[in-house]
């Protein structure tokens, strides 16, 4: 190929003796030019990454397979019509076309004409590998993912601290619910990526009360995210203690982190808004559970005081039964209270006292009949006063063994029983009040037994 005379037709002189000074568009011209006129049918080989399309055109980025560098190219619309090649990124594809400049940016291009497939590209291959192997070892294993905490206090996130990705994370974040972010900075692109990724992970995990981590960075083009596709990296987010969302690129994008981690996100946003609970449906939540649990309350209270009343029936039946007894006692015991000797004497002495009084008070004579009078009186008192008490223990004695005969203790522990209703706890005072088929409670001296009516005699 010849020697390419670029320099020869941009050197010369004006029209006043001295050297030219050329415009960047007449620079850019000439380039252009040259390279069309040189490269004007080339065969290059590569592998594609950041294919994008607009108006049916097609832009993209074409790598070298062995040495560290990319070409710009791009496919116009009549000619992507005609090629069968997958235009897409990690396709390694066989391009023939001009090689020219983009004069109003100065941008060295390729402008292809036609293309074919190659061959798998290295990028692809590398992650179809990569995929194999993690997926042989159970790390994508569905089964294997945990679930994310449904209220999380404290929110790890592993990206740039300077990235878009952070400040999307932080805004959806504080919109939704208050939780506490903590931020482990570190590397999203380039050789260096990995490793830093790697560290920040480990790094976030020596806070005790770390809940869940976002692993996030913005879009890109394949190279730009593959940090994210490396081995270490997949390794460290699989032993993370904590579940681990992977919110990488856009919704397009799939790296292994995204296939590694617990939940994958279509963006860094979404991944905020997979991880923080939104504060109204918390609200609606907690304001549901109060309402059913002041039901089950209501329920269990309920159910508790119908049968706090099945166990009391059976004592207010047993008081209605007890209750005249009870009257019948005290009235006793007032009588009997009336008829105590000491309640006898007592009432003497005093009429004694009034009647020494008035003997005082009269004079000798009278004093001396009425003392006589008195001591008669005294002897018959002693006298009679003797009987009167025998008499009236006895009466004592009769009248509390009277009480206690109609005591209803002493009338069971001589074999009878009380029988009452079941449900309602009345006595039973006659067999009309009873049909065949009542439950019964049976009260003897010594507690009570169920039965059964079982006919009439």
């Known amino acids: 190929m010849s020697e390419m005379p670029l320099f020869e037709?941009?050197?010369g002189q004006d029209h006043d003796g001295e050297e030219r000074v050329f415009r960047v568009s007449e620079v850019n011209r000439a380039v252009r030019f040259t390279l069309e006129d040189n490269w004007a049918n080339v065969l290059i080989e590569g592998e594609l990454s950041d294919v994008r399309r607009a108006k049916g055109h097609v832009y993209f980025t074409l790598n070298d397979e062995e040495d560290p560098a990319q070409l710009r190219g791009v496919m116009f619309q009549s000619d992507v019509r005609r090629t069968k090649a997958p235009l897409e990124d990690g396709a390694r594809i066989r391009f023939r076309g001009t090689l020219s400049l983009y004069t109003a940016r100065g941008q060295f291009q390729l402008i292809a004409r036609s293309a074919k497939l190659a061959g798998e590209g290295d990028l692809a291959a590398q992650f179809r590998k990569l995929r194999a192997k993690l997926e042989a070892e159970g790390l994508l294993d569905p089964e294997t993912k945990r679930s994310l905490p449904e209220l999380p206090r404290v929110v790890g996130v592993v990206t740039s601290r300077t990235g878009a990705a952070l400040r999307d994370i932080i805004r959806v974040a504080s919109e939704r619910c208050p939780v506490k972010i903590l931020v482990?900075?570190?590397?999203?692109?380039?050789?260096?990526?990995?490793?830093?990724?790697?560290?920040?992970l480990q790094l976030?995990?020596?806070?005790?009360?770390?809940?869940?981590?976002?692993?996030?960075?913005?879009?890109?083009?394949?190279?730009?995210?593959?940090?994210?596709?490396?081995?270490?990296?997949?390794?460290?987010?699989?032993?993370?203690?904590?579940?681990?969302?992977s919110g990488v690129g856009h919704e397009v994008d799939v790296t292994i982190a995204d296939l590694v981690a617990d939940v994958r996100a279509a963006t860094p946003s979404n991944a905020a808004e997979i991880v923080v609970p939104e504060r109204e449906a918390l609200l609606r939540d907690v304001r549901s559970l109060e309402r059913r649990l002041n039901q089950a309350l209501d329920n269990?209270?309920?159910?508790?005081?119908?049968?706090?009343?099945?166990?009391?029936?059976?004592?207010?039946?047993a008081r209605r039964v007890?209750?005249?007894?009870?009257?019948?006692?005290?009235?006793?015991?007032?009588?009997?209270?009336?008829?105590?000797?000491?309640?006898?004497?007592?009432?003497?002495?005093?009429?004694?006292a009034a009647l020494t009084t008035k003997l005082r008070d009269a004079g000798r004579l009278p004093i001396r009949r009425r003392r006589d009078r008195l001591v008669a009186l005294q002897f018959n008192l002693r006298g009679r006063g003797r009987p009167m008490v025998r008499d009236a223990r006895a009466a004592y004695a009769e009248l509390c063994a009277q009480l206690d005969a109609l005591s209803p203790l002493r009338v069971l522990e001589r074999g009878y029983a009380i029988a009452m209703h079941e449900s309602t706890g009345r006595a039973i005072h006659s067999k009309s009040e009873v049909k065949e088929g009542d439950r019964l409670r049976i009260r003897v001296s010594d507690g009570e037994f169920g039965a059964k009516v079982e006919g009439h005699e």
């Open 184 to 200: 482990a900075d570190c590397r999203v692109q380039g050789d260096e990526a990995p490793a830093s990724i790697v560290s920040a």
């Open 9 to 11: 037709r941009l050197q």
């Open 300 to 317: 269990r209270i309920g159910g508790l005081r119908l049968r706090l009343e099945r166990l009391l029936r059976p004592l207010y039946g």
């Open 204 to 245: 976030i995990q020596r806070v005790d009360n770390l809940d869940v981590v976002i692993v996030s960075r913005g879009g890109g083009s394949a190279e730009d995210l593959w940090a994210f596709n490396d081995e270490t990296v997949a390794r460290a987010i699989a032993a993370c203690r904590v579940p681990v969302v």
């Open 322 to 352: 007890m209750d005249p007894v009870r009257e019948r006692l005290a009235e006793l015991r007032q009588r009997l209270m009336g008829l105590d000797p000491r309640s006898v004497l007592r009432r003497d002495r005093r009429e004694l």
